[in-house]
C-alpha cells in the first residue's frame, strides 16, 4: 500500500519484503528499521508507485492462471 501510493518502504530483509523490494531504489531492507527508514527519506518517490504497478489486479490474475497446472479429468 505504500508503494502504491509512492512511498518507500522501510522492511526487515526477510522472505515477503525481500521478495518485492528492491533495495535502495524502492525501499531499503536493514535490520535497523530507524536506519532504514531515514534511507528510504533519499529515494526517488516515483520508483515505488512504479514498482506497485506490476502488482494490479490484472497482473496479479495472469501470474495466478499461468500457474496453474492441468488436471485429469475424473472417471466414471
Given at each position: 500500500e505504500a508503494m502504491a501510493c509512492g512511498v518507500p518502504v522501510a522492511a526487515h530483509h526477510v522472505m515477503g519484503p525481500r521478495d518485492i523490494i528492491t533495495?535502495?531504489?524502492?525501499?531499503v531492507l536493514d535490520e535497523n528499521l530507524e536506519k532504514a527508514a531515514i534511507a528510504c527519506l533519499a529515494?526517488?518517490?516515483?520508483?515505488?508507485?512504479?514498482?506497485?504497478?506490476?502488482?494490479?489486479?490484472?497482473?496479479?490474475?495472469?501470474?495466478f492462471l499461468n500457474h496453474l497446472v492441468p488436471t485429469h479429468p475424473h472417471q466414471k
Open positions: 533495495n535502495g531504489v524502492d525501499g529515494l526517488d518517490r516515483t520508483r515505488p508507485r512504479q514498482k506497485a504497478l506490476q502488482y494490479s489486479w490484472d497482473a496479479s490474475t495472469a501470474l
